[in-house]
C-alpha cells in the first residue's frame, strides 16, 4: 500500500467519525495547548527580568555592608578607594532611605537615595531635563534633588517639575533634574525616587558611614579578578570577617536566572510529555475499538490480496493522523491563548517556533506509538476468521 493511499483512507475514516475522533485527539489538543501557554508565559516572564538585569549592567558589582562589632559600614572616602581596584571604572557610594515628600497638598512616600556624580556612570540613570548632581553640590551640602518620572507625575502631573521646590522630611530641596524613565529591577522601582547629594543625605538620615556601594568594572571577563580583590581589601577592613560584608555579582544574577529558566522549562516539558502520554492511551483506546469493528474490512481487503504490513500501514497512519491533527490544533489554541492572556493581563508572552515544532513533533510520535499495538493487532487477523466475524 502506498502511503499516499494509507492517508487517504485514513482521513476517510476520520472523517466518517468525526465525534469519535474529536474526543480521541482532546487529550493531545489540551497537552499540546497547556505546554505552549505556559512556556509562553515562563520565556516572557524571564526575558523581562533578564532585560532588568542587563539594565543594570552585567559588568556591575554591588557591595553591601553588614559590618563587624561596632565597624558597620564603611567612610565616604573608603567607599571611593574601590576605585583604585584594577579593572574597576567607577565607585558610586549610595544612601538609602525611605521618606515623605511633599509638594504642596501633595504627599508621596518614595526611596531618596545619597548619591555622588559618578552615579550616573555607574548606574547609567542620566537625566532627561535639567541637569545632575554636582561635585559642587556634595561639597557644598547643597539641598538639590533629582526626581524620578512615577513621583514627578504623582506630585507634579503633567507639568514640569525642574526648578520647584519640595519638602523631604521637613526640608525644602529644589528639583533641578527629571530622571529618564527606568523602569523597575530587581531592587524595586527606578522611577518611584529621589536622588540627593551623598553628604545632605548623611546628615538627613543620621548616617555617618555607607553601607551600599556600586561599582562598574571594564568588562564582564574582569568581573572574577575586580570581585577577588575587592573581597581582599574589605577582608583586610574587617579584620578578617567574610561574614562583615556581601559582594553581588550581575553576571551571576543573570547566569542563576538562566538556569532557574531552563529548569522551569524541563519541568513543563514533563507535565507536557504526561498529558501527552495520556491522551495516547485515549488513542490507543479508539483504534482498538476501530480495529474490533472494523473486523470484516480487514477481513475483506486481506482476501483480496491485503498484506499484513497494509493492514498495519493503515491503522498506524490513522492514529498518527489523529495525534498530529491534535497537535496542529493545540498548537493553534495555545497561541490564541498566549496572546489573549497577553492583551488582556498585559503578561509578558514569548511564543517560540521551536518549542511549537518540538510540541507537533512529539504529539505525532506518541500517535505512531500508541498506534503500533492496535494496528499490530488488526494486521495479525487472519481473513477466514475476519470474514466469519459478526
Keep these: ?165 519640595v519638602l523631604l522630611n521637613g526640608q525644602r530641596f529644589t528639583i533641578v533634574g527629571l530622571l529618564e524613565p527606568k523602569g523597575s529591577t530587581l531592587a524595586g522601582s527606578n522611577d518611584e525616587k529621589l536622588l540627593i547629594p551623598l553628604s545632605v543625605a548623611q546628615r538627613l538620615f543620621d548616617s555617618e558611614g555607607v553601607r551600599s556601594v556600586y561599582v562598574k568594572v571594564n568588562s564582564v571577563e574582569a568581573m572574577d579578578a575586580a570581585t577577588a580583590a575587592m573581597e581582599s581589601r574589605l577582608t583586610d577592613k574587617f579584620r578578617g570577617d567574610t561574614d562583615s560584608y556581601r559582594i553581588f555579582n ?22 507536557a510529555a504526561i498529558s501527552l502520554v495520556v491522551g495516547g492511551i485515549g488513542i490507543m483506546n479508539i483504534m482498538l475499538v476501530s480495529v474490533t469493528e472494523r473486523t470484516r474490512e480487514i477481513g475483506i481487503r486481506k482476501s483480496l490480496g491485503a498484506r499484513r504490513r497494509d493492514v498495519l500501514a493503515q491503522f498506524l497512519v490513522e492514529s498518527a493522523v489523529i495525534s498530529a491533527l491534535g497537535g496542529l490544533l493545540g498548537i493553534l489554541l495555545g497561541y490564541g491563548a498566549s496572546i489573549a492572556v497577553e492583551e488582556l493581563t498585559g503578561t509578558a508572552m514569548s511564543l517560540s517556533a521551536d518549542v511549537s515544532l518540538t510540541a507537533f513533533l512529539f504529539s505525532a510520535a506518541v500517535g505512531v506509538l500508541f498506534g503500533l499495538f492496535p494496528a499490530y493487532k488488526a494486521s495479525l487477523l487472519r481473513p477466514v476468521d475476519a470474514l466469519r466475524y459478526d
Excluded at 567607577?90 to 515628600?101: D, E, F, G, R, T
Aim: net charge negative; no cysteine; proline share 2%.
Design 1 to 165: 500500500m502506498k502511503l499516499v493511499q494509507a492517508f487517504r483512507m485514513a482521513l476517510h475514516s476520520i472523517w466518517s467519525n468525526k465525534l469519535r475522533t474529536s474526543l480521541s485527539m482532546m487529550g493531545i489538543l489540551i497537552g499540546v495547548s497547556t505546554v505552549i501557554l505556559l512556556v509562553a508565559m515562563s520565556e516572557g516572564s524571564s526575558q523581562e527580568v533578564e532585560e532588568r538585569v542587563s539594565a543594570l549592567g552585567t559588568n556591575m558589582l554591588s557591595v553591601t555592608i553588614t559590618g563587624r562589632g561596632g565597624d558597620t559600614s564603611l567612610s565616604k572616602e573608603e567607599a571611593l578607594q574601590l576605585a583604585d581596584i584594577p579593572d574597576v571604572t567607577a565607585v558610586s557610594p549610595v544612601v538609602s532611605s525611605n521618606a515623605s515628600i511633599k509638594y504642596r497638598r501633595t504627599s508621596v512616600n518614595a526611596t531618596v537615595d545619597g548619591i555622588t556624580p559618578e552615579y550616573e556612570t555607574v548606574q547609567d540613570f542620566s537625566v532627561q531635563r535639567g541637569r545632575y548632581i554636582t561635585a559642587v553640590d556634595e561639597r557644598n551640602m547643597t539641598k538639590v534633588a533629582l526626581i524620578g518620572v512615577s513621583t514627578a507625575t504623582e506630585l507634579f502631573g503633567q507639568s514640569d517639575p525642574v526648578g520647584e521646590i
Design 250 to 271: 550581575q553576571q551571576d544574577a543573570m547566569d542563576t536566572l538562566q538556569e532557574v529558566n531552563a529548569s522551569m522549562n524541563r519541568m513543563l516539558v514533563g507535565v
